[in-house]
């Protein structure tokens, strides 16, 4: 207050008469000063929805924070694109060649198939359950195999069979 009542007095020019000077009320110069120069401590701050402020959902990540919506959690990944990319490499994988899907197979299954084709050189596919009807639920080596022989009457190594040639070897003496 003391400041601007000192602006008031102060006079620069020591030739101007006191007549062309003007009065000044300090009180109404004040309100006006407070008005015109205003300060404000907060700010008038806009209102941000929360819901529209959402985190991405990583898919890479096997946890989740929140609790999306399905558009959320099903969304394009957000981000640049590589331009470069080719459609093989801009899929979803979780392995480097590929998608690995988990598979619930019996472990005893699995292994029964897997001598099986190393010993014959077919399987039937464990990932396929019996109440499927599947054309292609034989994999062979050979294809023509394939077409002749049913999976009804294909064997696996645990079954009882006829010896063939080859099964047992003639032992070699040592001298």
């Given amino acids: 207050m003391a400041g601007i009542s000192l602006l008031k007095e102060y006079n620069s020019d ?25 300060i404000d ?20 990540s096997r946890t989740v924070n929140f ?3 399905y558009e959320e959690l099903y969304a394009p990944v957000a981000g640049p694109e590589n331009p470069f990319k080719t459609q093989q490499q801009k899929a979803d994988k979780n392995m480097l060649a590929g998608f690995v899907e988990s598979a619930h197979i019996n472990e005893f299954h699995f292994e029964c198939q ?9 399987a039937v596919d464990p990932t396929l359950s019996s109440t499927e009807i599947v054309k292609d639920k034989l994999v062979s080596v050979d294809s023509t195999n394939e077409s002749i022989a049913s999976v009804d009457n294909k064997v696996t190594v ?4 006829k010896e063939r ?5 003639k032992r070699q003496k040592k001298f």
């Fill in 158 to 161: 645990f079954d009882k069979i």
């Fill in 14 to 38: 020591s030739n101007a008469s006191d007549d062309d000077t003007e009065i000044f009320d300090s009180s109404k110069n004040i309100a006006e000063l407070k008005n015109k120069f205003r």
């Fill in 114 to 122: 897997r001598r099986t084709f190393t010993s014959y050189g077919y």
């Fill in 165 to 169: 040639e080859g099964d047992k070897r």
């Fill in 41 to 60: 401590a907060a700010p008038v701050v806009e209102y941000k929805d929360p819901s529209a402020n959402r985190p991405c959902v990583d898919p890479l």
């Fill in 67 to 69: 609790n999306p919506k």
